[in-house]
Nanobody
Framework: VQLQASGGGLVQAGGSLRLSCAAS????????MGWFRQAPGKEREFAGG????????SYADSVKGRFIISRDNAKNTVYLQMNSLKPEDTAVYYC??????????????????WGQGTQVTVSS
């Protein structure tokens, strides 16, 4: 499956952005999906994930209560709504397709297909 992330940009602290991840080549509903982010000099970290149906979601503690991950399988698209953004949310955000394991945090190794990344910059 090929993934294309979009929606990044520059926003002031406290603002919102919605990232989109469009899939092609395969039906997105076959896969669990995740969003990861990577800041300069840091490892890629999990932000949020959801299962194939979208009925089960999980979030990193750092974004819980502020970010919402959702999917529209009919549009073959996954979204990450980011609210109350902070400067520490600045990173390149990647969407990924793979597996979802309820009860534990997702890791990059759970996912086999990655989008190209979209830059999110939050100014203070």
């Amino acid at each position: 499956v090929q993934l294309q992330a979009s929606g990044g940009g520059l926003v002031q602290a406290g603002g919102s952005l919605r990232l989109s991840c469009a899939a092609s080549g395969h039906t997105l509903g076959h896969y669990a999906m995740g969003w990861f982010r990577q800041a300069p000099g840091k490892e890629r970290e999990f932000a949020g994930g959801l299962d194939k149906s979208g009925g089960s979601t999980s979030y990193a503690d750092s974004v819980k209560g502020r970010f919402i991950i959702s999917r529209d399988n009919a549009k073959n698209t996954v979204y990450l709504q980011m609210n109350s953004l902070k400067p520490e949310d600045t990173a390149v955000y990647y969407c990924a397709a793979g597996a979802y394991y309820a009860g534990r945090a997702s890791v990059p190794a759970d996912f086999h297909s990655w989008g190209q990344g979209t830059q999110v910059t939050v100014s203070s």
